[in-house]
């Protein structure tokens, strides 16, 4: 089977990512300003870029875990299934929590996810994805934080992929297929 070809336009560029993170920084630090530890879970694997970003800027202690849920596979389309393949390494119940999404499509991830673990009983559990998709929602969520709100479009970058490639990109990008027909 051959990939359909297709091209990469730069819809978000490094430069207002980070501009962003440091923005939502601020406003994680003044929710959390009394924290003893925040636990902030990494969504494996398309937030693992967004997660050492945000980490770096926030000015509090910190532990840093990951949880890996899929509902997409290889595919463009989500399956609707979420499948925890792995799990958190320590116990969060009685501690601050954030957990950090790359994208919310349909919402079924992050919701599945945060029922999840507020079932595990953390003293405050937040979340903030980098990109959200209200138009694709199919479950009622929405982060607490939200780096750019996107159109309906597929894209890759920023540790977001299209088959386990472009996920090294800077910036977040539109994929657009060339083949016509």
């Not at 479950?139 to 386990?164: H, L, S």
Request: with cysteine; net charge negative; charged share 30%.
């Amino acid at each position: 089977m051959t990939a359909r070809p297709y091209v990469i336009d730069e819809m978000i560029s490094a430069k207002s990512i980070a501009a962003r993170i440091e923005e939502l920084c601020k406003e994680i630090q003044r929710e959390f300003h009394d924290t003893n530890k925040l636990v902030v879970v990494g969504l494996l694997r398309g937030s693992f870029v967004f997660i050492a970003d945000l980490v770096r800027e926030l000015d509090l202690p910190i532990e840093v875990d990951f949880l890996e849920a899929s509902s997409y596979g290889d595919g463009m389309e989500s399956t609707r299934e979420v499948r925890i393949l792995k799990d958190l390494r320590g116990a969060i119940e009685g501690r601050d929590v954030l957990v950090v999404e790359d994208i919310v499509d349909t919402g079924h991830t992050l919701n599945h996810v945060t029922h999840l673990l507020e079932n595990r009983r953390p003293a405050r559990l937040k979340s903030i994805a980098l990109l959200d998709k209200p138009s694709r929602r199919e479950v009622d969520f929405k982060a607490d934080w939200t780096g750019f709100e996107i159109p309906d479009e597929f894209v890759v970058g920023y540790g977001i992929d299209f088959a386990q490639r472009n996920r090294n990109l800077p910036f977040i990008g539109k994929v657009r297929f060339t083949d016509v027909g």
